[in-house]
């Protein structure tokens, strides 16, 4: 590209040209000469140098608006990060490239956005350590019976889905919600835009019962104390329970039938009964009555800061 930065500086004597790789920027204060000088780029670079602009990447605009470039917006006395750059770092951050990705926000206003990164980091740290404590929980039912499938998901999600207890899949692989049950969760999830890898799923008991048998009250309350941490650690806006023992966990003598869908404002948290996708599997009726209470959550969750909730 040097034959390009030649000809922009000695043939077009530009004089505010910046180029990284492919990427480059000129800036003028006159918007039409801008525009006169893309077909000469455009054929120098097809003659020359074999290569296209690409017309959907060429951006004409105001210096006061921002100019993408490198993943950030330069903005006439400061930067920003671009919000897609912002979404990636927020998805991908862990403990090995959070030092890089820190020192990408040391060259912009990015404040707010480390203190997110440093929380997330810190709920996964928190909860890798209770996830330790669990493990090594001897007196914890079915200890030593069956695997410990914790939860997995986005630490920071806004959306936590908790189901009842792991079964035959979920012990063999770790992981929650990875049978039938689980993809039909998946699908309900991509349905509503909401990725499987953006909210969080656990189960009130986090040992497959044998036989897959219903989980016992004492069973429910010795894994308490571990749910009760976890949900604070992970902090969602939306607690959406899978089934009638999630939902009683919360809200005991609720009746499924006539509170799924509906949410109910619990310490700060909307607690969303939702059938278990088991049942839905079994019979067309409640599958349907499922995909509908699915729909309603995007927009309880937009409106969640609309809600009234007492702090
Ligand atoms: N059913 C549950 O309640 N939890 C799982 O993880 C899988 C199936």
């Known amino acids: 590209m040097n034959e390009l930065d030649q000809f922009v500086k000695h043939k077009l004597k530009i004089k505010h040209y910046f180029r990284y790789t492919d990427d480059f920027i000129i800036l003028h204060q006159n918007e039409n000469y801008l525009k006169e000088l893309l077909p000469e780029i455009a054929e120098f670079l097809r003659e020359k140098l074999k290569l296209n602009l690409h017309p959907n990447k060429v951006i004409l605009k105001k210096l006061q608006q921002g100019v993408?470039?490198?993943?950030?917006?330069?903005?006439?006395?400061?930067?920003?990060l671009r919000t897609k750059t912002k979404k990636r770092?927020?998805?991908?951050?862990?403990?090995?490239?959070?030092?890089?990705?820190?020192?990408v926000l040391k060259h912009c206003r990015g404040y707010k956005i480390q203190k997110s990164i440093l929380n997330k980091m810190n709920k996964a740290e928190e909860l890798e350590k209770l996830?330790?404590?669990?493990?090594?929980d001897k007196?914890?039912?079915?200890?030593?019976?069956?695997?410990?499938?914790?939860?997995?998901?986005?630490?920071?999600?806004?959306?936590?889905?908790?189901?009842?207890?792991?079964?035959f899949h979920e012990d063999k692989f770790m992981r929650p919600f990875v049978g039938q049950a689980g993809k039909l969760l998946d699908k309900l999830l991509e349905k509503i835009n909401l990725?499987?890898?953006?909210?969080?799923?656990?189960?009130?008991?986090?040992?497959?019962?044998?036989?897959?048998?219903?989980?016992?009250?004492?069973?429910?309350?010795?894994?308490?104390?571990?749910?009760?941490?976890?949900?604070?650690?992970?902090?969602p806006k939306i607690i959406a329970t899978l089934g009638r023992f999630a939902m009683n966990y919360f809200l005991s003598d609720f009746k499924i039938?006539?509170?799924?869908?509906?949410?109910?404002?619990?310490?700060?948290?909307?607690i969303y009964p939702l059938y278990h996708p088991a049942a839905a599997?079994?019979?067309?009726?409640?599958?349907?009555?499922?995909?509908?209470?699915?729909k309603k959550l995007p927009s309880l969750l937009k409106n969640y800061d609309n809600v009234k909730i007492k702090k």
Request: neutral net charge; charged residues 30%.
């Open 68 to 80: 993408d470039f490198l993943g950030y917006v330069v903005l006439p006395y400061h930067r920003v």
């Open 281 to 294: 599997l079994r019979a067309t009726a409640i599958l349907k009555e499922l995909e509908k209470d699915f």
């Open 89 to 103: 770092i927020f998805k991908k951050v862990d403990a090995k490239n959070l030092q890089s990705y820190l020192g």
């Open 139 to 167: 007196e914890l039912p079915l200890f030593g019976e069956a695997n410990l499938v914790f939860g997995e998901g986005d630490v920071g999600a806004e959306v936590m889905f908790i189901g009842e207890a792991p079964g």
């Open 257 to 270: 039938s006539q509170s799924h869908g509906r949410g109910v404002i619990l310490r700060e948290k909307i």
């Open 195 to 235: 990725p499987r890898e953006s909210v969080y799923i656990t189960n009130i008991v986090k040992r497959r019962p044998p036989e897959n048998r219903d989980p016992l009250p004492e069973e429910i309350e010795a894994y308490k104390p571990y749910l009760k941490k976890q949900i604070q650690i992970i902090n």
């Open 131 to 136: 996830k330790k404590e669990m493990e090594e």
